[in-house]
């Protein structure tokens, strides 16, 4: 005759489907078998239970995952009856049974065998069990209780036996009790009254009486008082009374509801969260519900568990998930759970964790031919979308028909086209993302051709000295230094050396000989262009002969600088005595 709720907290990845089933049979809602799943708990309600409607009960939960169950059993016992008698008169407990022999009965008076009495007599014929009172008196009033079992199992029935006074003020043989509940749940609290009739029943809610209603279903069956309630809410856990009244007095009976508050979140995560790689970050959250509430933290339907990484906490109510060093691995819908008897809730957050970005290969400084294409090239790592800004200057570049920019994966680049002078400069690079940025820099020049600071000077020599022509240079390198003799190209031997260093070209000679008289030009060649310049050297010698017996010396010169003629020398001859000027071949 009791309404029976059968509950099941359920967790996992939505959708859920739930089946309830009594043994192998599915059970169907109708009219009055009421099925839900809300919150995560799964509620079965089956009113005016009756014995066939003992048994096991499975819940099947579904998702595309899988499936599990949770197996309750649902024993049913018949109702309690209510016998009233007076003192004086005899009474007779009555119960057939059936059952495969051999059965053995048992009586109990307020949960304790009864003892042999005088008082009365127990006997069991016929599968007939029977407790006679011969004359009732007052203090045999309690709950009598028959069990009948065998090898296979046992049964039991309740019987209240109240023995009554002539005209008795009401009183309670079963007192209300405290009653835990659920929040969208129903409940009942009921009482067991003796006394004299008629009986009036009221029902109290901390001292305000209570109507019938859909909500509340009041009623007094057979010395048993009820209340019902549904769609239980979190403002009916009070204190509950019932009262009975008849015309010798009134008797009280008060029991507590307590409503358990599902968990539910009153402050939900954030929706999303921007960080960047290295970052620190906490993921907060308030809870309420009836303790104990048991929180769970999921990163992509994984639970988290404790680490150097994730630190958890729960205290007053408010759940902390504490992230540090975050890395892009860690991105990722993040999910708090919090579940206590009366249900669960969830909420999540969507943490986007990136990388600022950063040169992995920087352009260098370069110098560009005039009137050439020159192409800046880069690579650049990070998380993408970038967004990538160039500078010449510190004023922007667009693209257009001198600038050509382009990215590609993890390449970016600028074209200039046909380089002048005017396009020399500071060129930057900027990449940005959502969370951070990164330059990188350098000079483009145009090269130079190369030109000379210091140009060489004619010098003379005496045959078998030395001599060294000696030029500084400017331009853009690689210069490439070539020394001409009267248009032939000077090789270095034993007697002829080149160098460049430190932008210097220098010709050194030793040695000399006539031959090595005439017109030297240095000539300075890049790929921008090529400079030369000249100069001349002239060797002046000493020659021996012997004029008349004497050792005579002849030193002679070139007789004029325009006329390189190798045979006619204008030559000074010295002895003992002064000689005079002549020609000699």
């Known amino acids: 005759g009791q309404t029976v709720t059968l509950q099941a907290a359920v967790r996992g990845s939505e959708p859920i489907s739930v089946t309830w089933m009594k043994g192998q049979e599915i059970i169907k809602e109708d009219g009055k078998i009421k099925m839900s799943f809300t919150n995560g708990v799964a509620v079965l309600i089956i009113p005016d239970v009756q014995i066939s409607f003992g048994g096991k009960y499975t819940c099947l939960a579904e998702n595309e995952a899988g499936s599990q169950t949770s197996v309750g059993e649902l024993i049913v ?47 069991f014929k016929n599968n007939v069990a029977q407790l006679k009172f011969y004359s009732a008196e007052l203090h045999d009033s309690g709950q009598y209780t028959f069990e009948i079992s065998n090898e296979v199992g046992s049964s039991s029935c309740e019987t209240t036996f109240t023995v009554l006074d002539r005209d008795i003020a009401p009183f309670f043989t079963k007192p209300l009790r405290n009653v835990d509940s659920i929040v969208s749940g129903s409940c009942r609290l009921d009482c067991k009254i003796a006394g004299s009739l008629p009986m009036r029943v009221s029902w109290f809610k901390d001292g305000k009486e209570i109507a019938s209603s859909d909500k509340y279903r009041i009623a007094f069956v057979e010395g048993t008082a009820s209340l019902e309630i549904s769609r239980v809410d979190m403002n009916d856990a009070g204190n509950f009374t019932c009262r009975a009244t008849n015309s010798v007095g009134s008797k009280e009976s008060s029991g507590a509801l307590i409503v358990q508050g599902p968990a539910t979140f009153i402050e939900k995560l954030e929706p999303s969260q921007l960080l960047k790689k290295g970052d620190a970050t906490q993921l907060v959250c308030k809870v309420t519900g009836t303790p104990p509430i048991k929180i769970t933290w999921f990163v992509n339907d994984r639970e988290i568990k404790e680490s150097n990484k994730h630190k958890m906490s729960f205290v007053e109510s408010t759940a902390v998930l504490r992230l540090t060093d975050v890395g892009t691995e860690d991105s990722g819908e993040y999910m708090c759970e919090a579940q206590n008897e009366a249900g669960s809730d969830h909420c999540s957050s969507i943490v986007i964790v990136k990388e600022s970005p950063y040169f992995t290969k920087e352009f260098k400084p370069v110098e560009v031919l005039k009137e050439y294409d020159v192409m800046l090239l880069a690579e650049v790592a990070g998380t993408p979308p970038f967004e990538i800004t160039w500078f010449k200057d510190n004023t922007v570049l667009r693209s257009g028909r001198k600038y050509k920019t382009f990215i590609q994966d993890q390449l970016v680049s600028l074209q200039i086209l046909k380089f002048v002078a005017a396009d020399a400069g500071e060129y930057q690079c900027r990449v940005t993302n959502e969370v951070g940025s990164s330059t990188c820099s350098a000079r483009v020049t145009l090269r130079e051709p190369p030109s000379f600071v210091k140009k060489i000077e004619s010098t003379s020599s005496l045959r078998g000295g030395t001599a060294a022509f000696q030029a500084t240079l400017k331009g853009s390198l690689p210069i490439t230094v070539t020394w001409l003799k009267d248009n032939d190209e000077v090789t270095e031997d034993d007697n002829i050396r080149m160098t460049f260093e430190n932008n210097v070209a220098s010709l050194y000679l030793s040695g000399i000989e006539v031959k090595h008289d005439g017109k030297y030009v240095c000539q300075a060649k890049n790929d921008a262009g090529i400079q030369r310049c000249s100069a001349l050297l002239s060797v002046k010698g000493w020659f021996t002969k012997l004029a008349s017996g004497l050792r005579t010396k002849c030193r002679c010169e070139p007789f004029s600088r325009a006329v390189h003629s190798p045979h006619l020398f204008l030559c000074f001859l010295q002895n003992l005595q002064p000689s005079p000027r002549k020609l000699c071949p």
């Open 77 to 123: 016992k018949g109702l309690s009856e209510l016998i009233q008698v007076t003192a004086g008169d005899p009474a007779t407990l009555e119960y057939t049974v059936t059952g495969t022999p051999e059965l053995k009965p048992k009586w109990y008076k307020d949960g304790r065998p009864l003892a042999a009495s005088k008082k009365y007599r127990i006997s």
